[in-house]
């Protein structure tokens, strides 16, 4: 992915290297950087954590969309490779539909001209809605009984919420939740879609991969005591 390439030039240049997870240090290992490198967590779970309780008492999205937890199923699709392919956007829209779920699907400008572009619908179990804010994602997301995207962004939320994610791509830069259990790879085939929306549910333990809410203390702290050359 072109992300992991600027990742591994970034890495190979920065003076201070702050790992949000323990697969961020196996790979930094693996790739020759052992010093002037600390494990602090995710800050992105700090955010998490403090604007949920703001969107808790400030949103009423459940209410006016008419929703109740566990009872429906939370749609995303943005990226280029499944947007600007008719035939992987069509999959995708097939396979949601097949699954039979009831399916809220806010969806992106880029995508809705997609839409319009192919000629393509939505099947009748799945809601097309407006593009929402940041707080009213996250409650949607925390109360969704499963999360099918294409966002790395949201498949972090989907495992910080404890929701099921179900990620339409091949690979995902989130290996570890993967690996927890708790983040399904089905691509864009519709049938795989349309099983992972009906059986996918994580049953194990679900590890504390991104830290404990505390990573930007850790980040000020690192900064603060920092030896590091600026050459």
């Known amino acids: 992915m072109p992300e992991e390439v600027n990742r591994i030039v970034a890495d190979h240049l920065a003076a201070l290297l702050l790992c949000p997870t323990e697969a961020s240090l196996a790979n930094l290992s693996r790739e020759g950087i052992t010093e002037h490198v600390q494990l602090v967590g995710d800050v992105m779970f700090d955010a998490f954590l403090q604007n949920l309780e703001v969107a808790r008492k400030s949103t009423r999205v459940m209410k006016d969309l008419g929703l109740e937890r566990n009872g429906y199923a939370l749609l995303t699709v943005h990226r280029a490779e499944n947007v600007d392919e008719p035939d992987r956007l069509a999959g995708i829209l097939h396979g949601v539909g097949d699954s039979g779920r009831r399916t809220i699907f806010p969806v992106h400008p880029r995508t809705r001209a997609m839409f319009a572009a192919a000629g393509l619908k939505s099947a009748s179990n799945v809601r097309l809605i407006d593009p929402v804010g940041y707080l009213e994602m996250l409650v949607l997301e925390e109360n969704a009984e499963a999360v099918v995207t294409d966002s790395?962004?949201?498949?972090?939320?989907?495992?910080?919420?404890?929701?099921?994610?179900?990620?339409?791509?091949?690979?995902?830069?989130?290996?570890?939740?993967?690996?927890?259990?708790w983040n399904a790879l089905v691509g864009t085939d519709a049938a795989a879609i349309a099983r992972a929306m009906r059986d996918f549910r994580p049953d194990g333990a679900r590890p504390e991969l991104f830290g404990d809410g505390h990573a930007a203390e850790r980040v000020v702290e690192a900064l603060s005591t920092a030896n590091v050359s600026n050459s």
């Open 152 to 181: 790395g962004g949201v498949q972090k939320e989907a495992y910080f919420a404890g929701r099921p994610c179900i990620t339409l791509r091949d690979r995902t830069e989130w290996t570890e939740t993967v690996d927890a259990g």
